[in-house]
């Protein structure tokens, strides 16, 4: 007999991520569709001067996605065979990615408590090869730019900021995206905004954007994509052999209604974050995000760690608990240091990214994002907390027991759980 302890929490399941696509994108993809112009063209110009203006920078570049940008932002900066390049260990694998396809060397370190990339790490890392640092701004909540700043200044090293997470993200009073060399953006499915796939490169270096435009679009001089209109000229020169990775004026379609919505986005995540952290509050099995001076958080994620001493079942279970309740789940991320490539290429051991290994074991990233309703959270909310109290170490009743009745099953916890909730 199932019990109310395994029995789905919602009739439907709740998706990890859904993007808020409203009408006026819908309207704007269809104006593009029937306009002709389904390539990069006005619109995607548009975009890029939107963002730029948002972000306060002098320049932006749309790509074809934050992986793309990357790489042009690190090929542009001439990083090549025999560079290394610092990436923590804690971030999407195409962080450490884009450095090998340029023929250089991604040297992983560990994070911190906070998931931001290890000072102590990074400087213990550097060596004579090091030509740029990749800090990530970790479910959208900034590093301490000052601080990698300095230490990159200290030895002559770029800093590109990996701000897949982080559109609409503040460090001291100014939005992320121009507080290093170069800082590049996700509009990825699930991110903070999105144009389907996307992203944005945002700089104040005038010579580095002239060239990271003309590498986003074959290395053709400046301006190639006007080359069917009737303003421009069809002749063009390639000046060095660039890649294909323009956004088009589709994605920007949808990029110009989710940059106006933007704000109001990290407000609802913000206040869905707010109803998990006061609920969660007293649940000591868990390690919550937290909200760092100067540093709000957009909680593009909401990263919940379990304490392994005082639960009686481990993150792979904590999740198959979740999915069987009908909501989903993900995990941001398994250390790169972990796959296949890098640990038989490198040699990286476990026990050389300690704090990293520590976070993973226990991660889990719970659904947050505005298409979601107050009774969505709460069934997620419902749903962590009844997985915390049925699993608690201390609890005298196992797991075994699931299936008592859940009445009893409750009051058994409130008899014998050493916490209080
Ligand atoms: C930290 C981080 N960096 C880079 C990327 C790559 O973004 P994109 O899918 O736009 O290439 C992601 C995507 O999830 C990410 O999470």
């Not at 063209?41 to 306060?56: I, L, S």
């Not at 959208?140 to 030895?155: E, P, R, S, V, W």
């Not at 003309?214 to 020169?237: C, E, F, P, T, V």
């Not at 001493?309 to 608990?321: M, S």
Request: proline share 4%; net charge neutral.
């Amino acid at each position: 007999m199932k019990t109310e302890v395994d029995s789905p929490i919602r009739s439907t399941f709740l998706p990890f991520a859904l993007p808020s696509i409203g009408d006026e994108e819908i309207q704007e993809v269809s104006d593009s569709l029937r306009s002709g112009w389904i390539t990069t063209g006005p619109k995607t110009k548009k975009f890029e001067e939107q963002f730029r203006r948002f972000v306060n920078a002098k320049h932006a570049i749309a790509v074809s996605s934050c992986t793309a940008g990357l790489h042009i932002a690190l090929t542009a900066l001439n990083i090549g065979v025999g560079d290394e390049v610092i990436v923590p260990t804690l971030t999407f694998c195409s962080t450490a990615n884009v450095v090998e396809h340029l023929g250089a060397r991604p040297i992983l370190v560990d994070v911190d408590e906070n998931f931001e990339i290890s000072l102590e790490a990074t400087e213990k890392a550097i060596t004579c090869r090091t030509k740029a640092v990749v800090p990530v701004h970790y479910a959208g909540q900034a590093c301490d730019m000052d601080a990698i700043n300095t230490l990159a200044a200290k030895h002559g090293l770029s800093v590109i900021e990996d701000a897949a997470h982080a559109a609409g993200s503040e460090y001291k009073g100014k939005k992320i995206g121009t507080h290093s060399k170069a800082t590049v953006f996700s509009f990825y499915a699930t991110k903070n905004m999105t144009t389907g796939e996307g992203g944005i490169i945002t700089t104040n270096d005038d010579q580095l954007a002239e060239r990271m435009q003309i590498l986003s679009l074959h290395g053709m001089n400046r301006d190639a994509w006007k080359r069917y209109s009737a303003a421009s000229s069809w002749y063009y020169d390639v000046v060095e052999p660039g890649y294909k990775n323009n956004m088009t004026d589709i994605q920007a379609s949808l990029g110009l209604h989710q940059l106006r919505r933007l704000e109001g986005f990290i407000r609802r995540r913000r206040q869905i974050a707010l109803r998990y952290q006061t609920a969660f509050k007293d649940l000591s099995e868990l390690i919550l995000p937290r909200d760092l001076l100067r540093r709000p958080h957009p909680y593009h994620l909401f990263p919940i760690r379990l304490r392994p001493e005082l639960l009686a079942i481990n993150r792979d279970q904590f999740i198959v608990n979740l999915t069987s309740r009908n909501i989903g789940s993900s995990v941001h991320f398994i250390p790169v240091h972990r796959h296949s490539y890098y640990a038989q290429k490198y040699h990286y051991r476990r026990e050389d990214f300690p704090v990293a290994e520590q976070i993973f074991s226990g991660l889990i990233s719970l659904p947050l994002y505005p298409a979601m309703s107050d009774c969505d959270a709460d069934d997620v909310l419902n749903a962590v907390t009844n997985i915390v109290t049925s699993h608690r170490r201390q609890h005298s009743v196992q797991t075994a027991q699931k299936d008592v009745r859940a009445e009893t099953h409750t009051q058994t916890l409130a008899a014998t759980s050493r916490y209080s909730r």
